[in-house]
């Protein structure tokens, strides 16, 4: 197990949420920007990830960053500083498109690093063992987690009855839009029949009616607090050096 993977999911989720909040009310470039290689490299470090899967990992937060990165680049008033027809590119609009990718970014990355360092099973059982999550919430989340693990396995057995079904000599199923739709609609219905089923199958076990142990518990360690304490500590040290140097921004930039 990497060491991120070792923390108590609970905690991580915890740092997750605060430092999402934080950079939330950064607007400027620089001080995301500071934070985001410092989460990269904790991230790298802390889940052991080869670079070709953390990059690919990021293409969708990029993708999203650079979307908003030109949006207020050519929509925001401001000092214009380049133009072509309706278009207008003003500082306003580059400072703060750049700080609001970046801040994505930030937010992406700490979101790559809790996604894999973290059991779908440990984080649900964490948050009912630590943070007292009502048991019918934590095992219906689990019946839906352990759904969405099965699904791929379902549509492939799907996949290969529609093949002996079809009418082509290949023995591959058919690619038609119909058929992939037909396919994803038979997918549906089996998900919702096994739902139906699992649902009943915890209401006759009585859910939710009396307290429940934990087979596994994930109790909080000291490292756990000692890996939140450091995080908040490292975002506060950033923020406090970036308000020192007058580089720190907040809403207010959105109405300078």
Known sequence: MSPLARRNPTIKLA??????????FLLDPLTPTVLYALGLLAVAVGTRARPRALLLAHLPFVLVAFGIFVVNAM????????????IRITVEGLEVGAALAMRTLVIGVLVIGFIRSTDGVALMTSLHHNARLPARVTYAVLAG???LQEMPREFSTIRHAHAVRSPRDDG???RSPRALGGMIFTLLVVSLRKG?????????RGLGLAPRTTWRPTPVRAADWL???????????????????????GPGALFG
Request: aromatic share 4%.
């Open 15 to 24: 740092v997750l949420t605060a430092v999402s909040i934080a950079a939330m």
């Open 75 to 86: 929509t925001r008033p401001g000092s214009e500083i380049a133009g072509a027809g309706p």
């Open 145 to 147: 987690y352990r759904m």
């Open 172 to 174: 591959r199923p058919p």
């Open 196 to 204: 139906e089923r699992m649902a009943m199958a915890l209401e006759s």
């Open 227 to 249: 890996m939140l304490a450091a995080v908040l500590a490292v975002v506060g040290a950033v923020l406090v050096a970036s308000w020192l140097a007058g580089t720190l921004r």
